[in-house]
């Protein structure tokens, strides 16, 4: 049972470039979610999905797409890479969450990525 | 203002003191609210949830204060391992599976 896992782990683009970041989960969750961690900031959601097909913006989604063609997979795209794009990012999966209930987020080990 | 805001630290600590974080929130409609370890360059993992009534697991203690939109957590016999960040982390408002992640506090235990 591998959990969350992100590909690449590292990654160096140059201005302008393009990139496909992939999360994969084994958990049979229905929640799947991107963050960037900066320093000096908590983790900033992207984009996130509540199932298979289905895809919604989060606090910073400027510049970035995301798929959800299989509900183990959530791909986070950048079409023209720019140097404020430079950061660590965080892939999560959860069960399900609403009302008051709530369910932990699982995390990927990051993708550490360096725009020139 | 931030909506979660925390201390950044560091917290320098003896094994074996009692440590302290605080961490307010600014949305007075957040009902979930959590403690989030994450060790350097590594993912965060959910320590544990924080309830109304308060709840402690092994040497950790969570409170909550909804009237001053407060969370704390306190850790007891500081170990080595206890070294990392510490993110304060509440859910966006009612009904919503979206996280607000603190900064973090950063806490480093030595010998």
């Known amino acids: 049972n591998a959990g969350v896992t992100q590909t690449p782990k590292f990654r160096v683009l140059k201005t302008g470039q393009s990139m496909t970041l992939l999360c994969a989960q084994d958990m049979n969750h229905e929640y799947m979610y991107w963050y960037r961690q900066d320093p000096g900031m908590g983790l900033r959601l992207i984009h996130y999905s509540v199932g298979e097909g289905t895809t919604a913006k989060g606090e910073v989604p400027d510049g970035y797409n995301v798929s959800r063609l299989k509900k183990q997979n959530f791909l986070l795209g950048l079409e023209s890479a720019a140097p404020s794009q430079t950061s660590v990012y965080f892939c999560?999966?959860?069960?399900?969450?609403?009302?008051?209930?709530?369910?932990?987020?699982?995390f990927g080990p990051g993708t550490r990525l360096t725009v020139l | 203002r931030k909506e979660v805001e925390q201390d950044p630290g560091p917290f320098n600590v003896p094994e074996g003191a009692t440590v302290a974080f605080n961490c307010t929130y600014s949305?007075?409609?957040?009902?979930?609210f959590f403690w989030y370890r994450q060790d350097c360059r590594k993912e965060p993992k959910l320590l544990m949830s924080v309830y109304s009534s308060g709840n402690e697991d092994g040497r950790f203690t969570a409170q909550l204060n909804r009237a001053s939109q407060y969370i704390s957590l306190l850790i007891r016999d500081s170990k080595l391992s206890d070294s990392a960040t510490y993110l304060c982390v509440v859910t966006k408002s009612y009904n919503t599976d979206k996280l607000i992640f603190g900064t973090g506090t950063r806490l480093q235990v030595f010998p």
């Open positions: 949305n007075s409609a957040s009902q979930s």
């Open positions: 999560a999966s959860s069960y399900f969450a609403g009302g008051t209930s709530y369910n932990e987020q699982f």
